[in-house]
């Protein structure tokens, strides 16, 4: 027995311990909730494009804002308003409400390097005598007619029209129309804003931080009682649902807590025993939190869940022990009976982890580290500190009935069992026949209702903003490679629009010609002395003040002679944002991103022989996270598969018998593959989240099945199912309650870990009881 | 040399809206000082009236004005109808915050509150026809001047996408008839519409 001195010695140790973990934990980890540092890094050169898109392409920045209210001049002057002071927020970087689409700045730009932009430059005779003739007769019909003042203030620069041409070219086609000032939905009633957030899409801390700076906004322009926003965007949504997962994990988990310590109580009936039952998990998670945050730098807020989840176990191992005790067996000696079940309960767990460790993922090398070291942690906490703190004579109530119950299936005949077993299976597997078995659509977990998809939708047709789903990626070594690339790419748009294909695009190289291109536009403008001799002959006749067109002669003449349009000429501007987002360099690579709006069959276009020519490719986001998903699935397949076969040797080593090995670990794996068959079979294809509940169920199962294993073979059966009922208790109410969730992502991993449960404990039942007599007393004396 | 995004924002319609006062007819008052309330009162008297006109553009750019003819057509409270026969055929209608305009380029729909300064220089005309002082006094710093027989009504916009193009609009008239319209621009060019009504109720 210990004695008071090392019990409190060593009650002071672990004090101390969990005290500088817990200053460890609160003071140096860094949680990290940006979701695509969870995401492999991508195999392809496809995959890694779009984790680049994911975490900083401009369609995951986009929120679209709507305003909405009886009266639209007041929804209007709130737009007005709101628009400015978004453009002041940090959160942003662009903000346009159409009122600022192209602001005198743009128009300045766009109006200084006109002639390398306008394509019409290159038309033969542009700029001889009978072209600017006839474009001249057309300037003077618009003087005579309606829109007289439009014409005007471009008449005595671009009497050729090119800024005409420009703007036409760039205002998208599908722009809402614009009401007092700024855009409208088509029913006039909604104020439209589409404002870029500097954090990315896949920075959740940061696009919550940005929603809350919008509403912030909304409120101190103080827009009236009546007038409402509302707003979408791809990070918004992970926001809500993030938030939706959060608020049902937390109520239900507080639900969980209560019915579970409603259980230890009625079970134990003392306070200090049933605080210890939680003290040996809540070690391991802290633990396994800083054992992550050592390697890898910070903690994935994914991997924080999951891990929590797998920890789950961890609950359990004290009560292992604790149901045990009697009056007249005393925790030392329940130690000594069921020490090496608990160890092998806790190593088989660890394996199945180190698995996941070495599968070269971040997140699920995160999740190995943290549920392995976990374990460890847990069932150290419980083998060496729980017992010392166990108050003397304490015994659980149930103790003191000394059943002698058995589960009644577990009497059947051996062969009626493996019956029952081998037709459930094969009714199963009839049942799961033709059926998918995995969905890596991450779309089905998506836990907000379709309110939310359909707000998204409304607004994305509204403003014309491209799909967050389609565009087309053209890569190069080089800058003008990609730039040339993308004007190759300009006929097969075009026709794509006209036949209705796509509903628009957006081409960089619109905003920043390639210098080939830029070369041959200032070549194609005549020199002074013959520009002012084409302009005297075209003007003949006309009555026009020959004097009043000097400064379009020095714009030409200063247009041929000028340096080459760069990035940088754009820098601080909307057409700077622009070209910054559609245009990127990427180790060494270059890329245009190619917006696609309105895409009716991506198939289609990604069949399209033209783009191959351009080295350009269609990605399709949602195409793309679904494959990506897929290979996250296959090689978490893999790594537990690997870890299924360590936990198999260490079971041979652990019971020192292949025969117990596999009577412990054939009921598990049949549960495991059960439980995924019951899924698929009520049509609900498995995601990773199911998978990675059916790992909690593969530990949780070893556990169930090494307790009863042990029981059989020393004939204590009675004891034994008083603690499977305990435990099992406790993670049916856990998991029974996430059950209910409205995410589906909490749902998925109750459902699982419910199933898995009861199926790993009528398993256990119907296959491992009966221990032949002679092997009982053969192995174990 | 671009003069900025707001002044495409004023298209056609303004130009024309501002053209089409129609012709409007008066009564017997011979009052000495006019007043604002007055004189817009006694225009709210007409229902309707058409009328031609002689519009002369003069800009800068050109060695000679530009002349447009045609009609105009009023409706109360808010259709106004512009038809030019000359130099090109063309014909605006605007009715409420409707506008069709067709000329030889094709048919085209839009609305008036899309573009801003055009709607307020609509208003500078239909709202004076209508004798809408509060409509007035919304966009412009209105001042009138001059008696019943021959009174000045001076426009100054507030608004500042209109504000940007034009410094003035100057209506003259006698009695419940609308004869010039004259739009002073901040460039220095000038259009002055010269009105000769010939129906009125």
Not at chain 1, 627 to 647: E, F, N, P, T
Request: aromatic share 6%; net charge positive.
């Amino acid at each position: 027995m210990t004695t008071v001195t090392a019990r409190t010695w060593m009650a002071m140790g672990a004090l101390l311990l969990v005290a500088l973990g817990l200053a460890y934990a609160l003071t140096r980890i860094t949680i990290d909730s940006d979701y695509s540092a969870f995401l492999p890094a991508g195999a392809s050169d496809t995959q890694r494009a779009f984790m680049r898109e994911l975490r900083d392409g401009v369609a995951s920045r986009i929120v679209l804002v709507e305003i909405s209210g009886p009266a639209p001049e007041s929804v209007a002057e709130a737009s007005r308003k709101l628009a400015p002071a978004l453009a002041a927020s940090p959160a942003f970087r662009y903000v346009t409400n159409g009122a600022t689409a192209f602001g005198q700045r743009e128009l300045a730009l766009l109006g200084r390097h006109r002639y390398v932009l306008s394509d019409a430059v290159e038309v033969p005779g542009h700029f001889a005598r009978d072209g600017l003739r006839a474009a001249l007769e057309q300037r003077l019909d618009a003087l005579a007619g309606s829109a007289a003042f439009l014409d005007k203030q471009f008449l005595a620069n671009d009497p050729t029209g090119e800024m005409r041409r420009l703007l036409q070219r760039m205002t998208p086609a599908a722009t809402p129309q614009r009401l007092h000032g700024v855009w409208f939905d088509a029913s006039g009633t909604r104020a439209l804003l589409l404002a870029e957030t500097r954090a990315s899409g896949a920075d959740l801390a940061g696009q919550q931080a940005a929603m809350t700076a919008l509403r912030d906004a909304f409120a101190a322009i103080q827009p009236g009682a009546a007038v409402t926003m509302s707003y979408s965007s791809p990070g918004a949504m992970a926001v809500a649902g993030r938030t939706l997962v959060a608020a049902d994990a937390r109520t239900l988990s507080i639900a969980a807590l209560v019915l579970v310590l409603a259980i230890l109580a009625w079970v134990y009936r003392s306070v200090p025993v049933v605080l210890l039952c939680f003290m040996p998990a809540a070690a391991g998670l802290l633990a396994g939190v800083i054992a992550v945050n050592a390697w890898f730098g910070s903690v994935h807020g994914i991997a924080l869940a999951f891990g929590v989840t797998l920890l789950g176990e961890a609950v359990d191992y004290p009560s292992y022990l604790l149901t045990q005790i009697r009056g007249d067996t005393p925790i030392a000696v329940v130690k000594d009976k069921f020490g090496k079940t608990l160890r092998l309960a806790v190593l088989t767990t660890a394996c199945g982890a180190l698995a996941l460790v070495a599968s070269g993922f971040p997140g699920l090398a995160q999740l190995g580290v943290l549920t392995m070291v976990g374990v460890l942690v847990a069932g150290a906490a419980t083998w060496w500190l729980l017992p010392h703190w166990i108050p003397a004579h304490w015994a659980p109530a149930l103790a003191k009935r000394r059943a002698s119950w058995r589960p009644p299936l577990a009497r059947a005949p051996r062969w009626l069992r493996w019956l029952v077993v081998l037709c459930a299976a094969a009714v199963l597997g009839v049942l799961t026949a033709n059926r998918p078995w995995w969905d890596d659509d991450l779309a089905t977990m998506n836990p907000l209702p379709a309110s939310f998809k359909e707000r998204d939708l409304r607004l994305r047709a509204a403003i014309g903003a491209p799909d967050v789903r389609t565009m087309l990626l053209v890569s190069g070594a080089t800058r003008d490679d990609v730039l040339r690339a993308s004007e190759s790419l300009r006929p097969v748009l075009e026709q794509w629009r006209a036949d209705g294909t796509i509903g628009g695009f957006e081409l960089v190289s619109d905003y920043l010609p390639s210098e080939a291109t830029q070369a041959r536009r200032r070549a194609a403008l005549p020199a002074g002395a013959d520009l002012r001799q084409n302009l005297t002959a075209a003007l003949s006749g006309l009555p026009f003040r020959p004097a009043t067109f000097e400064p379009f002669l020095k714009d030409v003449e200063d247009a041929r002679s000028g340096p080459s349009l760069t990035p940088a000429d754009y820098a601080g501007s909307a057409l700077g944002l622009k070209v910054e987002s559609l245009l990127r360099n990427d180790g060494g690579q270059w890329h245009v991103v190619v917006p696609l709006a309105g895409v009716k069959d991506a198939a289609a276009l990604q069949a399209a022989q033209v783009l191959r020519g351009a080295q350009a490719r269609l990605l399709d986001l949602r195409a793309e996270s679904i494959a990506m998903m897929a290979a996250y699935r296959q090689q978490a397949v893999a790594s537990s598969l690997a870890g299924m076969a360590l936990i198999g040797v260490l079971l041979v080593v652990g019971l020192s018998s292949v025969r117990r090995a596999v009577r412990v670990f054939v009921p598990v794996l049949l549960a495991v593959a059960g439980t995924a068959a019951i899924l698929v079979a009520a049509g609900t294809p498995m995601t990773v989240f199911h998978f990675v509940a059916l790992l909690l169920t593969l530990g949780i199962g070893v556990n169930y099945a090494l307790v009863i294993e042990r029981a059989a073979m020393r004939d204590a059966a009675p004891d034994v199912w008083r603690t499977l009922a305990v435990v099992s208790a406790t993670a049916l109410c856990t998991f029974g309650l996430l059950a209910w969730s409205r995410a589906p992502v909490l749902r998925a991993i109750g459902v699982t870990v419910c199933l898995g449960v009861v199926l790993s404990l009528v398993l256990g039942a119907l296959l491992i009881q009966d221990v032949p007599a002679r092997e009982r007393e053969g192995t174990h004396p | 040399m671009i003069s900025g995004h707001r002044r495409r924002a004023l298209s056609e319609l303004g130009v024309i809206a501002a053209i089409a006062a129609g012709g409007v007819f008066g009564g017997a008052a011979f009052a000495q000082a006019l007043d604002a309330n007055e004189l817009l009162a006694t225009l709210a008297r007409v229902a309707r009236s058409t009328a031609t006109f002689e519009e002369t553009r003069t800009m800068a750019a050109l060695t000679t004005p530009i002349v447009r003819r045609g009609t105009l057509r009023y409706a109360r409270p808010d259709q106004l109808e512009m038809v030019v026969t000359s130099p090109a055929p063309e014909r605006i209608e605007i009715n409420g915050d409707n506008v069709t305009m067709e000329s030889r380029s094709g048919v085209r729909r839009v609305r008036l509150t899309q573009f801003p300064a055009a709607a307020v220089w609509v208003e500078s005309v239909r709202a004076t026809l209508a004798g809408d002082q509060q409509a007035l006094q919304r966009y412009f710093r209105v001042r009138v001047t001059g008696r019943m027989a021959a009174w000045t009504l001076e426009l100054t916009p507030f608004d500042n996408e209109l504000a940007d193009v034009v410094s003035r609009i100057v209506i003259t008239g006698t009695q419940d008839l609308v004869n010039r319209i004259e739009i002073e621009e901040r460039s220095g060019d000038r259009s002055v519409m010269v009105i000769s009504a010939n129906d009125r109720r």
